[in-house]
């Protein structure tokens, strides 16, 4: 048996995804599309979010905003949360490639 | 890792917060399908493709094009082949966006800079004819191509350009986006010890970030650069002053160099002739070979060849003359420079080709930069060896 530590869930259903268009490629569009949808909707109640607990904390300069840049901490960071967001909206891109490998 | 940004000069454009959010997102988009998509393409090539080409055709693909006639079939390569053009075209537009935004501005620092005290020079002509093979394609899909000026004192092409190819690039050219003339420099050096031009000539300079590097390596050199498009070089000149570069800009083809016989120490082509038709690669060498002083250099940065490579690695080579604007591109891998050089009256004797000093050793960026990105151009020379054509005037 594994050790709980090093158990990977599953994250993907054993069987073939089904083809719904006539393009299999399609069905790769339509997949990502609705995983952007997602992400955008994430990124929206997040904005939302941060803006009331800073009303309600302080207060926010717009200009602020605009001038700030990254450290290089927080662009590495940034840059890893960006390809956790790439890998879930194109995961069926991912798992194409998987399915290749292992054919 | 460490970040390269770009050296900031008056004509830059600049990105708002959301735009530089934008292009940040769209450069690792871009890598991250290179590195974890695109190989999968070769599985697809070796599991999927090729057994049923074997099986139909009793052998294997002798050539890109046969296999690229199977590959486009296949739905893994439909995909990365879609997403590799849709950052490319992203990538223009989130540039495009904010030189939109700041055009005005832009115009208005670059007439400032060519007005005041310049330590180069510019000029222009009107009613030059741009060469079709410029003004008829958009160059890796550029938006507006090489040669196009929007308006009077237009500088949006080079500036495309320039922060487009550092972007596209992932910062391997440097800061000043002058690794390819760093790296020809070096490389010219190598191949003549003791080398001191007097008057080099660069063709086909685009926004003159090579043209600096060349200035950066010979700086007792006059250092001239000709390109065919207005606004790149508006912008080429306003960039070089603005960094304190004294270079001399001409909008002129390199099919009809308006300078004197035997006038130049060194002339070069970086990675340009294959925006160029094959005719007009016969002419620029014969050009070159005219305004070369006897025992002058000239020395070309281009595509390596196709011949001695496999079919599959010319098909993956091949990707931006189908999908990428690059007309062209096929035509140049297929190219013997040495018959161009002789048929332009360089003696063979006197001719090299072969691989030599990349950009990532120029800027010894090697450690700084992800470099396994190698994606420039389509081969491994973004971050290791650029190929090279070199010849001598006799004389």
Redesign the interface.
Known sequence: MAKIENIKTPRRAKAMRPQYFTDPNMDQMHAMIVAMATEISVLYDRFDSLERVLEKKGSLVRADLEAWQADDAAHDERRSKRDALIRRIFRVVHDARGALDAS | ?T?VFQEVHAVLPQA??DEAARQ??IN??GK?VLN??TP?TR??YE??VLPTFKREHGREPTDRHEIRKVMIEH??Y???S??QRTVQEMMWDSVDESIQRQLPDLIDTSRKIAAGNTIGSISLKDGFEIPRYVSENDHHAMPGGYSGDLCDGDITAGALYDRGAFIYTQGLFGPRMDGIGKAASIMARRLWPGLAPKKILEIGCTAGGSTVGLKAMFPDAEVHAIDVGAAVLRYAHARAESLGVPLHFHQMSGEALEFDDASFDMICCLASLHETSLTATHNIFKEAFRVLKPGGRFLVSELPPYEGVDAWTQFVRDWDTYNNAEPYWGRVHELDFSDVATQAGFDRTHYGQGFGTGVAEANALTSAVEVQNKKFMGSTRGGGQAWYAWMTKAG
């Open positions: 890792m970040r708002t917060l940040e997102f690792q988009l991250h974890e998509f999968g599985v697809a599991r999927d739905p893994f439909r995909m990365t879609s997403f």
